[in-house]
């Protein structure tokens, strides 16, 4: 398939890229998270194809992309939960599960009676949405497998060929996907964390339950709540360590193997004096304080690691796990199959 590529966002870009939607084509956007790649959400065909396009098992769900609050109403059961989420963090990093309607093909969801709905922010997704005027199913833009793209280039690298165009609209802000909460009456459940914050989504609605499986290793017969979670995410070529120590005890560790070229380094700008740092094998991911610039920086990270052909493993120091540092956590954790070393 030739793939279109729209290296502006122009207005007319946006245009044709929309009307590629309706017609049943699938076109990748950016989004303030990662890329997307969309497709028309009430098509069981245009479904099928982003299935075929990623790679992906059809029965791990796709969320669905509107421009407006209220345009829920017309593809969710909503509840006052839903607005009270929505009035706070939409448009924004957040996804929220409801019950679905009708006109929401099963195979949007993976055979699951919820959706997954989402509103993003960033203004070419948002230009896009509202000139479709239908919802689009968007899963990330990569192979299944692979790190989600923050960058046009990544998606070019994944889904050249394989899709119909590609809106380049420069990185994306956050660079890890939508925070997810499935609400159940008048429970709201954390299924995938992400730049909005356990800490705030506790702070407006209360009692907010948290997927052990974000953090920990699920058991051989355990079912997550959302699919997506019990496939191997986020892995990187190289097996991947984290590191479970003392600010020192990390460094002497990393220091030691920077040495080794077919171990890859993941560490914060300050844990290696500049010398280190500069070393080919060696990826910083910003300062320790700063996990807003450490999230930004990691699917980069990974997927230039895949690029090192010499490097068959990744150390890389455990994350801390507070606001969107728990994302980073939830993402390195995965990538490295809940590999951790106390040292
Ligand atoms: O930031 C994001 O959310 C990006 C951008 C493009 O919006 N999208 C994204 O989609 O990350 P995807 O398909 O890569 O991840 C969606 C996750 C999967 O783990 C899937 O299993 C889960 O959401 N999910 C979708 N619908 C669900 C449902 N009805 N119930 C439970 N989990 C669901
Ligand atoms: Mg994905």
Excluded: W
């Amino acid at each position: 398939m030739n793939t279109k590529l729209f290296t502006e966002p122009t207005e007319t870009a946006v245009t044709e890229a929309a009307e590629i939607l309706r017609s049943g084509g699938l076109v990748a956007f950016p989004t303030e998270t990662v890329y997307g790649l969309g497709g028309n959400g009430l098509d069981p065909d245009a479904a099928r194809k982003i299935y075929a396009a990623k790679g992906r098992p059809s029965d791990n769900p796709l969320i669905i992309h509107v421009a407006e609050i209220a345009d829920a109403e017309r593809y969710c059961i909503t509840s006052p939960l839903y607005y009270k989420i929505a009035e706070h963090f939409m448009p924004g990093p957040i996804t929220v599960i409801m019950p679905k309607r009708d006109c929401i093909p099963y195979e949007v969801t993976g055979g699951l009676d919820t959706v997954a709905l989402r509103i993003p922010s960033h203004p070419i997704a948002h230009r896009l949405l509202a000139e479709a005027k239908i919802p689009v199913a968007a899963p990330s833009a990569n192979l299944s497998g692979r790190p989600s793209p923050t960058t046009a280039a990544h998606v070019i690298t994944d889904m050249m060929g394989r899709i119909n165009a590609i809106i380049d609209g420069g990185d994306c802000d956050f660079g890890v996907e939508s925070t997810i909460v499935k609400i159940d009456g008048k429970h709201v459940t954390l299924l995938r964390p992400g730049a909005v914050t356990l800490e705030e989504l506790r702070e407006l609605c209360g009692e907010v339950a948290v997927d052990p499986t974000i953090t920990e290793k699920p058991a051989e017969n355990f079912i997550p709540l959302a699919p997506g979670m019990k496939y191997r995410h986020y892995a990187p070529r190289a097996h991947v360590t984290l590191l479970d120590g003392s600010h020192d005890a990390v460094t002497a560790c990393l220091t030691e193997a920077v040495n080794h070229e077919d171990i890859g380094i993941l560490c914060y700008d300050d844990m290696l004096p500049e010398a280190l740092t500069s070393r080919s094998n060696v990826i910083t991911l910003g300062k320790e304080s700063d996990p807003t610039e450490t999230a930004h920086k990691l699917f980069a990270a990974l997927r230039a690691f895949d690029d090192m052909q010499q490097v068959t493993s990744i150390l890389a120091p455990l994350p801390d796990k507070k606001g969107i540092g728990l994302a980073v956590y939830n993402r390195l954790i995965k990538a490295a199959g809940f590999d951790v070393k106390k040292i």
